[in-house]
């Protein structure tokens, strides 16, 4: 019975090393069943395919702190130059001053048209006249200041236009005056008060009310007209 213990004893040994081992070093060894001495044997290593995406991952790079911000410069669109909309436009239309016309009763009856280019100088050789076509004139003709002529205005009312070089013949487009009466009746208060004929507008109004004919239709105008190119 004695020999019996030590054999038990020796196998209860080897099964526990066995497991300490298996412990240690995993399921790659194993031991073979033999004397104690035995040394374990080593088991081929499988290897194992790895089974995580291997797709390619796209990383945003952050800004720079500190760095400073580059922002798109504007596209400037150039302006064109806008085309006039006439040759010439009317820059002032004005009752001539009562003193320069010679006075009331006595007093001239005129339009005074003047034309200039585009840098204010004066321009002759230009076709003026009403717009009804009943009268033409030149500036600038013989007898004439540069750039200025004159349309008698016989108990009448013009509207005055620029119409064509005298020259060439090419036609021009052209703002057109305000009547250019001969008569309170139609005359602005504030054009007969600036022109000293009224010393204010409810003085016009009133004589233009009983006295409609006053002066007699002698009032002359000055109306002047620039070239837009």
């Not at 374990?40 to 290593?45: D, I, R, T, V």
């Not at 504007?74 to 006075?103: E, I, Q």
């Not at 009268?135 to 004439?144: A, D, H, L, S």
Request: aromatic fraction near 10%; charge should be negative; proline fraction near 10%.
């Amino acid at each position: 019975m004695p020999e019996a213990r030590v054999i038990f004893g020796e196998r209860v040994r080897r099964g526990a090393i066995r497991m300490v081992m298996l412990l240690m070093l995993g399921p790659w060894w194993a031991f073979g069943v033999g004397n104690a001495g035995t040394r374990p044997a080593a088991l081929p290593f499988t290897s194992q395919t790895p089974t995580a995406d291997m797709g390619t991952s796209v990383v945003t790079p952050s800004p720079t702190e500190g760095s400073p911000s580059q922002p798109f410069a504007p596209t400037t669109t150039p302006t064109a130059t806008p085309t006039p909309a006439v040759d010439f436009r009317l820059v002032s239309w004005r009752l001539w001053p009562k003193d320069l016309n010679g006075g009331c009763e006595q007093g001239m009856h005129n339009i005074f048209i003047v034309t200039l280019d585009a840098n204010a100088q004066p321009l002759s050789n230009i076709v003026v006249g009403d717009t009804y076509n009943n009268v033409e004139e030149v500036t600038g003709r013989p007898g004439k200041e540069p750039g200025k002529v004159d349309i008698p205005l016989y108990a009448n009312t013009m509207e005055i236009i620029v119409k064509r070089d005298a020259v060439t013949g090419q036609p021009y487009s052209s703002e057109a005056s305000p009547p250019c009466a001969s008569f309170i009746t139609t005359i602005p208060d504030e054009q007969l008060v600036q022109a000293g004929y009224f010393a204010n507008e409810l003085e016009a109004q009133w004589n233009r009310e009983h006295y409609g004919y006053i002066c007699g239709g002698h009032f002359s105008w000055e109306v002047v007209f620039q070239r837009t190119w």
